[in-house]
């Protein structure tokens, strides 16, 4: 099962709090042309803006931990920023990943859905709760967040938004919902993976073939694959009757992902 997109994880501690580092100084004024000499003092910077300097520093470390790979440290550290400032959306949504990470999912919602709580303007953190309500079990439910994230004024990632909403509906049965946003997504973002995905999906099951594997083919160009598009395609390819293509599909899953391989040995079931 393709999970929705979470394109927000890292990418928040990139826009942290803004908070000045450095002290500024008055300079002199001109009036009437005649240079006024002022004295040069210089502002000190007062607790608050001190505690979030240091909130966006420690933030900032736990990000690049995490894309290290290191995610014990990560979690260390994203706790240390949270404890500074309870109020961090951005220590949440690095904890939900770090805890996703851990395959502690149920934790990973509590912080997704803490972020979106503090943070009621910014869609990148509603759609991060939406998706992860999608990838475990409440697709109908996710769909709310989406659209809350759709209409956050200064949104960056509409096309994110859209492509979840249709891919979440539908899981969800929502098929005239799905196709609308998974086109109005692809329409944004001609390469977004998982709208193009969840159309050769949602073909797929309409019997149309040839379409799927326009899609599934457009989705390949679009990303590396992952299990889940291989074995569309070689389910596609199956019902087109032409085997060699499905085979080789088959092969490339057993070489890239024998895990996944194994345990779809039966066939994707749809």
Known sequence: MRRPELPLILACCALLLAACSKSPTVKPVKIRGTEQVAPVYRVQDGPETKRRVRVRDILSLAAQRLAAGDVEAAGREAARALKLDPASAEAHTLLAAVATAQGRDQAAGEHYRRAAELAPDRGEMLNNYGAWLCANGYP??????????????????????????????????????????????????????????????????????????????????????????????????????????????LQRLRTEFPQAASANSGGNQQ
């Open 140 to 249: 109908a439910e996710s769909l709310v967040w989406f659209d809350r994230a759709l209409v956050t004024p200064g949104y960056a990632s509409p096309a994110a938004a859209l492509a979840n909403a249709g891919g979440c509906a539908l899981r969800s049965g929502q098929l005239e919902r799905a196709v609308h946003d998974l086109r109005a997504a692809i329409e944004l973002d001609p390469v977004n993976a998982y709208a193009l995905a969840s159309l050769a999906e949602y073909e797929f099951r309409q019997g149309r073939y040839l379409q799927a594997r326009a899609f599934v083919e457009r989705r390949l160009a679009a990303a590396p694959a992952d299990a889940s598009v291989l074995q569309l395609a070689a389910d596609i390819e199956q019902r087109l009757g032409d085997g060699v293509a499905a085979s080789r599909y």
